[in-house]
């Protein structure tokens, strides 16, 4: 029962408190995407590769250039104070996922043994100190030391997705998922919004690029402190949620704690397990994808497009705006879909997975084939993060389905092991597109339709929308087919699996 002074509190907050969870859910993810996407149009203003007129008209699909003023001469870039080649800037750019492939299955133990809460607000707390610290360090170091800031930026935010995944799986009902998991995740896209929109604000004219870091650095440590007040890693523990949504919490939500969720973690299971399978082929594409859009759509924009840096930055936000709007639509209709039985849980992750591949893979193709026609290509690019869109009632809240009781060890795996196209894209487009010409950006952009389509077709085939039974053996014992030896210390459910497989062969050979 609640005490005089937290019923007291809980009748102040009108929101039930697994929404208010959802809202520092979202600024979570805004925040850590705004820290992680601020360089990407930053490094177009800190590098010095301002092309003169005879440089200009090399490239014979080269778009007219935005720099040019009146008279015929550029505009200078008075803080572009680095000499990088576009294949330094790429690994540069790609130094924040290695950190952040390291700290993802950590970051999952932690936030399932100690709680979300303060997995997730010391990890961000640190990237946003280190945000802050950027423009001492790349003065002081040049592209050696912010590369290696950059990783230890990634450290920082590698627990973020398991320990939120965490904190669903604790406070979020199954028939909520689709929409929580889109407001929540949907902060990725407030977060490329507001980073690029933003970062264009302060860049423009002659503002120094500095003053994105302290900017986005100063928003994390105010998001921590909110969040350290605010939210809680089990409604159990959380000091004034109402008594009937408490009930509430505990009747519906398939995770609860108890003896499953201290186990150790079934990875013999996990790693034999074919919808796992179907998730990690889903999230490298969609990764692949995304991250080619993330880090390098403001480079093809001031690059290719030859848009100025305050139009760039517009111009990159407005495609995340699209993908969240389109994000709370689709999981809107995928949640009616499946309370009202129009189709199962499963057809609707592979339904709007598929959307989210499919339809971005084509989009930045004809954009590409778009030419000069600036505002054609920016369309399509508009409806290619729409259509991505789907992905977060697709597979990003499938490990939810999967399995509840492990779901921060699962997307540890998961999100750690896709991020291997953060690291491979950056770099990748970097050595594909030394002089950044449109023909070689065509050349990348094949490259990301190719994995996108590929990827999906490996999860329509093994996707799944029931939880596996490794995930509660207690519940769904264990399969026949089970020959990989018990997966906890003295697990009388594989005793009695053995048993009962010794009795049918002693039948069957009777």
């Known amino acids: 029962m609640l005490t005089g002074w937290r019923l007291t509190v809980s009748k102040l907050f009108l929101i039930p408190q697994r929404y208010v969870l959802g809202i520092m859910g979202l600024l979570a993810v805004c925040n850590a995407y705004t820290m992680r996407v601020c360089l990407n149009l930053a490094v177009t203003q800190m590098v010095n590769n301002t092309k003169t007129d005879g440089d200009h008209f090399e490239d014979p699909l080269a778009c007219p250039d935005d720099e040019y003023i009146g008279n015929g001469t550029v505009s200078l870039r008075p803080h572009a104070i680095f000499d990088w080649s576009e294949s330094t800037q790429g690994l540069i750019l790609s130094g924040f996922y290695y950190g952040y492939a390291i700290t993802h299955i950590p970051g999952g133990y932690l936030a399932e043994r100690y709680g979300g809460k303060w997995t997730l607000g ?227 992750r592979i339904i709007h997975t598929t959307i989210a591949a499919a339809g971005p893979a084509i989009c930045i193709i004809l954009a590409s084939y778009s030419g000069c026609e600036r505002f054609a290509a920016v369309a399509y690019f508009i409806a290619s993060m729409a259509l991505m869109g789907g992905f977060y009632s697709g597979m990003k809240v499938n490990a939810l389905d999967l399995a509840p009781n492990y779901a921060g060890s699962l997307t540890a795996m998961i999100n750690g092991t896709s991020t291997i196209s953060g690291i491979i894209t950056p770099y990748l487009i970097g050595l594909l597109t030394p002089d950044s010409t449109l023909a070689q950006w065509r050349v990348a952009f094949w490259v990301c339709f190719a994995v996108l389509v590929g990827t999906n077709i490996m999860y329509i085939i093994w996707a799944d929308g029931k939880q596996q039974w490794w995930d509660d053996v207690a519940q769904h014992g264990y399969p026949d087919d089970w020959k990989h030896g018990p997966l906890r210390k003295n697990d009388k459910d594989y005793e009695n699996h053995q048993n009962r497989k010794q009795i049918e062969m002693d039948v069957a050979s009777n």
């Open 122 to 348: 010391i990890g961000l707390l640190s990237t946003a100190v280190f945000t802050l610290l950027t423009p001492v360090v790349v003065k002081a170091g040049g592209a050696t030391w912010l590369f290696i800031l950059r990783v230890l930026q990634g450290m920082g935010e590698g627990p973020t997705m398991p320990a939120l995944m965490i904190v669903l799986a604790r406070w979020v009902p199954p028939h909520e998922r689709s929409r929580q998991g889109a407001l929540v995740f949907g902060g990725a896209q407030i977060g490329n919004i507001f980073g690029s929109f933003m970062s264009g604000f302060l860049m423009a004219g002659d503002g120094d690029w500095a003053n994105v870091f302290y900017f986005f650095g100063c928003f994390g440590i105010l998001w921590f402190l909110a969040w350290s007040i605010l939210c809680f890693s089990t409604p159990n523990t959380h000091p004034y949620i109402s008594a009937e949504e408490l009930k509430y919490l505990n009747e519906t939500v398939t995770s609860a704690e108890n003896r499953s969720v201290r186990d150790p973690v079934p990875w013999r299971a996990i790693v034999r397990s074919f919808p796992v399978w179907g998730l990690l082929f889903a999230a490298v594409g969609h990764d692949w994808g995304y991250y080619t859009m993330v880090t390098d759509l403001p480079k093809y924009m001031t690059d290719v497009l030859k848009f100025n840096i305050a139009a760039t930055g517009t111009f990159t936000a407005i495609p995340y705006l699209a993908m969240w709007v389109s994000s709370f639509i689709f999981g809107w209709v995928c949640d009616v879909c499946i309370k009202r039985n129009w189709h199962t849980i499963k057809t609707g």
